[in-house]
């Protein structure tokens, strides 16, 4: 989608530090990393948030997190993480492209601000 950063980035025309890629997802370092670990998790199709996901889209989102514990496997968070998806103006989301943010190697408080 035209003027989607995570977009771009999925189509390399912004650079990006990638952990993981194949043809439907990728997964590259935040910009302004959180905690010692924060990278973002893509679906490579423009979706713009969690509450824009359709029925068509199971078999994608399902791809994406069961590849959440191999990355962490691959980032050393074998003491555990945190998976976050801001939605909309009340969760504070940002970027209007769906992301999960999985971040790690500190300890994470509850509840979130
Ligand atoms: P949101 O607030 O929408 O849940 O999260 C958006 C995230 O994207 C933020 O953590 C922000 O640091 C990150 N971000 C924004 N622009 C870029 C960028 O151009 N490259 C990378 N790697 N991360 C970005
Ligand atoms: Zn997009």
């Known amino acids: 989608m035209a003027d989607c950063i995570f977009c771009m980035i999925a189509e390399k025309n912004i650079p990006s530090k990638v952990v993981y890629e194949d043809d ?6 935040d910009l302004e990393p959180q905690s010692p670990v924060h990278v973002l998790m893509i679906p490579k199709k423009h979706i713009s948030s969690l509450d824009d996901l359709q029925t068509e889209d199971a078999e994608l989102l ?52």
């Not at 976050?84 to 989301?93: A, I, S």
């Open 62 to 113: 399902g791809h994406l997190m069961l590849k959440v514990k191999d990355i962490a496997k691959e980032l050393g968070l074998e003491n555990g993480y945190r998976l976050v998806n801001n939605c909309g103006e009340d969760g504070m989301q940002t970027v209007k492209h769906l992301h999960f943010h999985l971040l790690g190697k500190r300890q994470m408080t509850w509840p979130p601000g």
């Open 24 to 29: 439907r997802i990728l997964v590259f370092h």
